[in-house]
Structure formats: C-alpha cells, structure tokens
Nanobody, 124 residues
Framework: HVQLVESGGGSVQAGGSLRLACTHS???????LGWFRQAPGKEREGVAA???????TYADSVKGRFTISTDNGKNKLYLEMATLEPEDTAMYYC????????????????????WGQGTQVTVS
C-alpha cells in the first residue's frame, strides 16, 4: 500500500503558476505515479502521469502548460503548473495509476489505485 501526501496548492490569478508536490512511500515499477483533479460537480480527470522510465503522459487540457517530474532520491513527485486558467480550479490528488499496452507501455489517466488527501488549487 503506497502512502501519498500532497502539498503546494493555493490560490493564484489566471496566468499564474503553482508547483504541487507529493511525498510517496516508495515507487515501484508495477505502476505509474501521477495526478488527477476533481472540481465540484465534475468527474475525476486524470491530468498527468510518469512511468519509472521517465516517460510522461498528459491530458490534452494541460498539455504544454503542466509538467510532471519525480525526484526518486527524495520520494517526491511534482506537478509544475503554468499559465493557469480558472478551469484548472479543482482539488488535485497524487495517485498511483495503471499502465496500458498499445505497442509500447504507457500510463493510463483513467485508472487510479491509491491516492492522497488532495490539495486545493483555485485560479481566479
């Protein structure tokens, strides 16, 4: 069972930036690490994921604006968010995610295993 603790959320004006961090209890090759978000009244949306080889997957809605990265020596996962929009307002969760095979292995953005308590991001 992976433990995940998010930090770094807050309020920012549109066009601004935030960096979310996640401390995890260990990164194993059997899953991806990533982020999903959920706004009130909306469905959960996978945002970004990273595999143990460093390959990344992004939702179209954040591609080019968000960057996911890891520091495995510190058991940290990050989400750098730039050019934030009001539509990015949501609770953001660090999570483990499954993989899929379509010629090569890639992270799924729609199947989550464990996740943390979440951190709120508000863009006005």
């Amino acid at each position: 069972h992976v433990q995940l603790v998010e930090s770094g959320g807050g309020s920012v004006q549109a066009g601004g930036s935030l960096r979310l961090a996640c401390t995890h209890s260990g990164y194993y090759s059997s899953y991806c690490l990533g982020w999903f978000r959920q706004a009130p009244g909306k469905e959960r949306e996978g945002v970004a994921a990273i595999d143990d080889d460093g390959s990344t997957t992004y939702a179209d809605s954040v591609k080019g604006r968000f960057t996911i990265s890891t520091d495995n020596g510190k058991n940290k996962l990050y989400l750098e968010m730039a050019t934030l929009e009001p539509e990015d307002t949501a609770m953001y969760y660090c999570a483990t995610l499954s993989r899929q095979y379509g010629g090569t292995w890639s992270c799924r953005l729609d199947r989550f295993g464990s996740w943390g308590q979440g951190t709120q991001v508000t863009v006005s």
